[in-house]
């Protein structure tokens, strides 16, 4: 098993560039998230998603979109990146019973100039 | 609103001797708690955790204790080596059917040799 995995691991994009940064996890877990995590403070919730066809917003959605065609795949979508956007980014996963533990990916260093 | 505080950004402790680091919470409803350990570049990865129906959960070197009268929590780590430098985060979540977990800044741990 691979996991959760992440791409790209870093990217650099000028302010109002988009981009969609990919997740995909192969342990046919049905809960994903998406975090962001700005230096000295804690991970924020942007989007999660409870299964296919199922998303919604966390604590910090504005600037984002998600989409879940698939139980592996939730790519998080910038669409007018702005220097606020500059974070790493993680991915996140969780079987739907037994346990509260997320699987986290390696992150995605995204800066914004 | 931070639900999840950890107040101590940063712990240094000499190899061998314990590290105890404390988290605060807010949220009564909040029944399950983690921690996540993360290495620098790399995700989050699951440490140990804590039902509410327990006050004491260990797993060898990692021990947490939880007060709820408090609303506090902390981690044991006995005796602390070089490889537990990372920074620790709290994490809490509102029962099985809350699937969103909180977490607080994080408190970067230095073992010194």
């Known amino acids: ?113 | 609103d931070q639900q999840v505080k950890q107040n101590s950004p940063s712990l240094s402790v000499q190899e061998g001797r314990i590290s105890i680091l404390n988290c605060d919470y807010t949220n009564s409803m909040f029944d399950y708690f983690l921690w996540y350990k993360k290495y620098p570049a790399e995700g989050p990865t699951f440490l140990i955790s804590i039902s509410s129906i327990k006050d004491k959960n260990e797993d060898g070197r990692f021990t947490v204790f939880l007060n709820k009268s408090a609303k506090h929590l902390s981690l044991h780590i006995v005796p602390s080596q070089p490889g537990d430098s990372a920074v620790y985060f709290c994490a809490a979540s509102a029962g099985s059917n809350d699937y969103k977990l909180s977490f607080g800044a994080g408190t970067t741990v230095t073992v010194r040799a």
């Open chain 1, 1 to 113: 098993n691979a996991g959760v995995t992440q791409t790209p691991k870093f990217r650099i994009l000028k302010i109002g560039q988009s981009m969609t940064l990919q997740c995909a996890q192969d342990m046919n877990h049905n809960y994903m998230y998406w975090y962001r995590q700005d230096p000295g403070m804690g991970l924020k919730l942007i989007y999660y998603s409870v299964g296919a066809g199922i998303t919604d917003k966390g604590e910090v959605p504005n600037g984002y979109n998600v989409s879940r065609s698939t139980t592996e795949d939730f790519p998080l979508r910038l669409e007018l990146a702005a220097p606020s956007q500059t974070s790493v980014y993680f991915c996140a996963s969780k079987p739907p019973v037994g346990t509260d533990t997320q699987y986290f990916g390696p992150g995605t260093r995204l800066t914004v100039l």
